[in-house]
């Protein structure tokens, strides 16, 4: 069997990806998570599969995930304190996770010769565009400290490929919605709509590339086999703009809801405008989204 490691493998886009490795019965799949923001019960339906193995393992502890990381082909990394706000609310739990522990994740990737390892970033790593759509050489110039973590760890990276030869596909991916999410502006707003109560929104002009879940594990996928594409980060989006305004409207036109809009003042630790320019994800993924970028949406209604 081939061995697969997925940190993070219990959260919204691990579990995705769990169950779609675990269709594959050529798979033997190792969840690493500390459930910070991983549910146990978004891997219930692999309870009586005997080839996907569980563990409750910290990725800042490094000696029990050397060893879990033992006879693995390829480790998806995408364990991480994994949203903005978080990030703001608790600093060095951002830090120590998402960079100490991406540094580990790829010390036991060297130690265990492992062929793979796919790393998870994010279009927070550019900040606030300079221009729109945004290509892979837009400058780095994260606005939060969860894009600078996610920097550091690209730079980790790039680091143990050139330093010691482990090779490590970078996606940096955009807003990602899709069922299983929470505490983000899709889930917090169908919660609402469906509840009647009102959807916060703050600033109100921002313009988001979302992409969905199934896109999003089929990137994961084929990031870990495809040539030349090592030392490339590669953005994973949609390529289309939705106003935010606009992702409001439609949320309460699909769940037929009476709430309203409660503007609120602009947080400025958010990225106001950010479309993806996708064409390296075409060319070396041989992916292309579809036309419209909310489509999955009513799976989650």
Known sequence: ?????????????????????????ANEIIIVDNFYRGKRENLVQHADNP????????IRDYPALESICQGADTIYHLAAQSNV?????NVDYSF?????GTVNVLKAARANG???????????????????????????????????????????????YNDFGVETAILRLGNVYGTRDFGR???????????????IVFGGKQLIDFVSIPQTVEALIRASTAENIIGTPINIGSGVGTP????????????????????????SVEVVKFVAQIDRMKALLDLCPPSDPLTHLADMV
Request: glycine share 8%.
């Open 244 to 267: 935010i305004l606009e992702l409001a409207e439609r949320i309460l036109s699909l769940t037929q809801s009476g709430s309203k809009l409660d503007l609120q003042p602009a947080r």
């Open 51 to 58: 080839a996907v193995h569980i563990h409750d393992i910290d």
């Open 85 to 89: 706000m978080g990030s703001i609310d």
């Open 114 to 160: 492992v062929r793979r390892t796919v790393f998870t970033s994010s279009r927070e790593v550019y900040g606030e565009a300079q221009y729109t759509p945004v290509d892979e050489n837009h400058p780095k110039e994260s606005k939060n400290s969860y894009g600078a973590s996610k920097a550091a760890g690209e730079l980790y990276c790039n680091v143990f």
């Open 96 to 100: 120590s996770t998402n960079v100490a």
């Open 1 to 25: 069997m081939t061995k697969i490691v997925i940190t993070g493998g219990a959260g919204f886009i691990g579990s995705h990806l769990t169950d779609r490795l675990a269709q594959n019965s």
């Open 185 to 199: 502006v899709i889930p917090l707003w169908l919660g609402h709509a469906q509840s009647g109560t009102d959807l």
